[in-house]
């Protein structure tokens, strides 16, 4: 007889569904036969890997034959420096995701309760289920969050909150007047995760930097990083900005060398490339007028974004737009796992791929 192996994996793990990734680009030129793809579908910089970052690699090509920094010591100076906090305050991750993980292991049991908003990033689901701990799923508001009731959704049970800003998939924004009115009121063994991947695209008229909240409320997390605007995805690198008693259990868990050296190094060229950061926001922020556009000439309802997508309802199956759009050779997300049947989510990309996705959505609504 065989063995059934889910039956002996832990109960959380036995109901998951993976994460669903993008679908990368070379397999849909494998599987269509086309060349000429577009990938707006995982919210990546359009402008690719810096020149300064790619000079800086090829200089670390021979030093990997060694272990990378297990401290990151460089990296972690450097943030701590640029948020004018101590060193022992941040933490790397293999991504931000990496961080998002620590965070639910290091604090989170199966008899804990995991808050977190109706529309927002899939991963917090997956990690509260992975547990076994109960999540608590606060229906949105406008697809976004309702600080209101996620508050009211705190128990003695209550060990984490997430909360994504900008929100992935939706792009809504919580303004930080409303968010530190939120956290102010959240009890302190509670912690709060606020995530804030797309940060640096933020409307600089709303931003507030909320590393500075930190020594207000020593339960605060925030999460950033090198994967959206800096243009690094493929390298996975993030860091946490943190109470340093909390950093300091993040690392009882962190493994050993979680971040690798090209990573690390990467992240200290992009830190420092504020060219390179101000072209992006210029891109994304041209790109995102322009297809707000097109979908206010369209009739297509969208959602204002804050991020580097945007979030449209094709009044329609997405996801048969969302195969329609692949046979044009276009791969963006359609939210169905979200729950939002019609919407489907873009990343914006540089002029001409905005323009070809506007191209064939057209021609694919038609
Ligand atoms: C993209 C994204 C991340 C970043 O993931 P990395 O692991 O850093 O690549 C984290 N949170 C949200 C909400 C995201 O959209």
Redesign the pocket.
């Known amino acids: 007889m065989s063995t059934d192996f889910l039956k002996l994996a832990n109960v959380g793990v036995q109901k998951l569904h993976p994460y669903q990734p993008g679908k990368p680009s070379d397999e849909l030129a494998r599987e269509m036969g086309i060349t000429d793809i577009v990938k707006l579908a ?2 990546e910089n359009p402008l690719g890997v810096s020149i300064a970052v790619k000079k800086g690699l090829i200089e670390c090509i021979d030093e990997l034959s060694l272990y990378p920094d297990a401290n990151g010591h460089y990296l972690k100076q450097a943030l701590a420096d640029k948020y004018a906090l101590k060193a022992a305050q941040v933490t790397l ?8 993980e620590m965070l639910t292991h290091a604090f989170v049991c199966a008899s804990d309760e995991v808050i977190f908003a109706q529309y ?2 899939v ?1 917090y689901g997956l990690l509260t289920q992975s547990i076994g701990a109960r999540a608590v799923v606060v229906p949105a508001r406008e697809y976004g969050h309702d600080l209101e009731a996620m508050l009211d959704a705190i128990t003695p049970r209550t060990k984490l909150v997430f909360i ?1 800003n ?4 939706t792009g809504t924004f919580l303004k930080p007047d409303a968010l530190k009115t939120f956290i102010s009121r959240v009890p302190t063994h509670v912690l709060v995760v606020l ?4 940060f640096e695209y933020v409307n600089v008229e709303h931003a507030e930097d909320s590393s500075a909240w930190i020594v207000e409320f020593p339960n605060l997390i925030v ?6 605007a800096y243009g690094l ?1 493929g390298l ?3 860091y946490s900005l943190s109470n340093s008693s909390i950093a300091e259990i993040l690392n009882r868990i962190r493994q050993p060398f979680n971040c690798n050296a090209l990573a690390l190094k990467a992240a200290f060229i992009a830190l420092n490339d504020r060219a390179y950061l101000q072209q992006t926001v210029a891109l994304n922020n041209a790109g995102m007028k322009n297809l707000s556009d097109y979908f206010k000439r369209s009739s297509l309802d969208f959602i204002a974004s804050e ?1 580097n997508f945007i979030m449209v309802d094709v009044q329609r199956s997405a996801d048969d737009v969302y195969q329609a759009l692949l046979k044009e050779g276009v791969i963006v997300r359609p939210l169905g796992p979200y729950g939002l049947k019609n919407h489907l989510r873009v990343s914006i990309g540089t002029e001409t791929q905005n323009q070809r996705f506007k191209g064939a959505l057209t021609h694919v609504l038609k």
């Open positions: 995982s919210n991750g293999n991504g931000s995701n990496d961080l998002l927002s990033f991963v994504a900008p929100n992935n998939p995530d804030e991947a797309y999460l950033r990083t090198f994967s959206k995805a996975r690198i993030g991020g």
